[in-house]
């Protein structure tokens, strides 16, 4: 697949789920949950020490959310994407966006093996779908 076809596939689908949601509203982990919001999307929030964000339930990891959710954007250091990555494969999802920053090389190359769409290294998803404040 093209880049842009990788990127249309992420988006076609949903839900979604954030993982590395934070309160913070000056951070990519919150920008990035409230541009699906503001895109009238659905979206879950991931991070165990918050109990909520953006007015959303959040979740202390994938395998503890009420539904099947399609893809997932990753805003976490390098190594802890490779936890998610590892999670979101027994999960069944299939649609990963690891945003700049978050990835590494064993993180892609593992998405690659279980047949994940894997976007990294190119925009940040507030880049390609907008963030209005």
Not at 54 to 66: A, H, I, V, Y
Not at 67 to 72: A, K
Not at 76 to 90: F, H, L, R
Request: net charge negative; hydrophobic share 40%; proline share 8%.
């Amino acid at each position: 697949m093209t880049p842009q076809q990788q990127i249309d596939a992420f988006l076609n689908g949903h839900p979604h789920a954030v993982v590395g949601a934070s309160r913070d509203r000056m951070k990519y982990g919150n920008k990035v949950l409230r541009s699906y919001q503001q895109h009238g999307m659905k979206v879950f929030p991931i991070n165990p020490s918050a109990g909520e964000v953006e007015g959303l339930t959040s979740f202390t990891s994938l395998s503890e959310l009420p539904e099947f959710v399609h893809g997932i954007s990753i805003i976490t250091p390098p190594q802890i994407t490779e936890i998610v990555v590892e999670e979101a494969g027994e999960l069944g999802i299939k649609h990963v966006w690891m945003q700049p920053g978050a990835e590494s090389q064993k993180a892609v190359q593992r998405a690659t093996a279980l047949g994940m769409n894997v976007i990294y290294g190119g925009p940040c998803l507030l880049v390609v779908v907008g963030h209005p404040e």
